[in-house]
Nanobody, 122 residues
Framework: QVQLVESGGGLVQAGGSLRLSCAGS????????MGWFRQVPGKEREFVAH???????YYADSVKGRFSISRDYDKKTVYLEMNSLKPEDTAVYYC????????????????WGQGTQVTVSS
């Protein structure tokens, strides 16, 4: 009953910026708590950012100071602003809805989007 659609990915040069969007739909969906993850082939899904109902935000050490998560309740959309991008940020980025409190654990999330590719060139 919940569908998430990511958008905004693309090819950027190192040092550039990109804003990802995740639009949710469903009769009962509300982005009171959302997470962003990323994954590269052959590796596990990696926690990137999380926002809860109190607007507290949490980030992976690798993106602190560069990425920012936010949301718009009316638009049922969560965003990920990415600045000072590095080649190691290259991955497929996914948004997700948590079902538990362990927001850094992908197994605690119950709904996932299809992902959007972010490629950062040197």
């Amino acid at each position: 009953q919940v569908q998430l659609v990511e958008s905004g990915g693309g090819l950027v040069q190192a040092g550039g910026s990109l804003r990802l969007s995740c639009a949710g739909s469903g009769r009962t969906f509300s982005p009171y708590a959302m997470g962003w993850f990323r994954q590269v082939p052959g590796k596990e899904r990696e926690f990137v950012a999380h926002i809860n109902s109190l607007e507290n935000t949490y980030y992976a050490d690798s993106v602190k100071g560069r990425f920012s998560i936010s949301r718009d309740y009316d638009k049922k959309t969560v965003y990920l602003e990415m600045n000072s991008l590095k080649p190691e940020d290259t991955a497929v980025y996914y948004c997700a809805v948590p079902l538990g409190s362990s927001f850094r654990d992908p197994d605690a999330y119950g709904y996932w989007g299809q992902g959007t590719q972010v490629t950062v060139s040197s």
